[in-house]
């Protein structure tokens, strides 16, 4: 089969003819892909600097992408669930399954760490004709445009266990704000006005982003490298801050400018993986009483939560699609902030 596979970090992928994966044990299921979405994520695993939760690289070469879609192809002799062509997305945290985080349907956050497909060394990702996937428990059949479905295994389902965390903030008169309105961001606008009566604010450095992100569910929108954040919102709410923020950068620049924007009684919640740190005088706290916390990516239940909600028509995913043969355009295009929406590679 076909694939594009990382040989060097810090180097364009490389499209090659490589082994078709084979089941291993009776609950393996082949997938032949259809959809993958292109995630951050993948650009900074290219580059070596972003190991999986454990601190592993993948052994090169190596085939990334960690959201996933397509159809069975070939299932183990115990899987009873699916039969061959049935669309499905792909779970992509997979845990032991028998820890407690795991037994409480908490996969991402096994205590064991969750293995990714895509990431961890173990397991080769999508950006294939196929892909191995050792459960078939991993897998959600679904119906629908699988290009549309592949960002919701991490794009949508991330931003919405983020949602979820500020839903009790999301009260008559708050105001709420969403750093970055990409890929995540986008699905992030959606659950906010869905959630609760909350005026969404939407922060990013692309005017292109900030129109989308107004047709997305934000009321207001600011550009940080031209306004000046903390004063457009300060007088957009009256002097008082968001009482939620969802952080989907998570640099020092976001986090800094978060501590200076949140009300009182507040919630900050970080998703991006921009490597900041965040300094807060603790007193701060104790006055504010707000909370400063961060969310990981989400639960097979949340997928299928996020799942029904686009199905259902009230959400949906904004994708820009590409040839799975020309990724490595895509990836430029992503690097250079050129990608609406999320990027999706097809086969
Ligand atoms: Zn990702
Ligand atoms: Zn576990």
Redesign the pocket.
Known sequence: MKAARLHEFGKPLQWDDVPMPELRTGSDVIVRMAAAGL????LSVMDGTLPDIRGNFPKLPFILG??NAGYVHAVGDSVTALKVGDPVLVYGAWGCGTCAFCRRGEEQRCSKSPLTPGISPEYQGGFAEFMYVPSSRYLLKVEGNLEDLAPLT??GLTSYRAAKRVRSHLSPGSFSLVIGAGGLGLYALQYLRLFGPTTVIAADVADNKLSLAESFGASITLNSRKDNPVERIASATGGRGVRSILDFVGTNETAALSMKVLSADGIYVDVGLGGGTLNVPLIDLIHSESQITGSMWGTYEELVEVYELLESGKVKSKVQKFKLSDINSAITQMRHGEVLGRAVLTS
């Open positions: 995630c951050h994520t993948d960690h959201e991490d794009a």
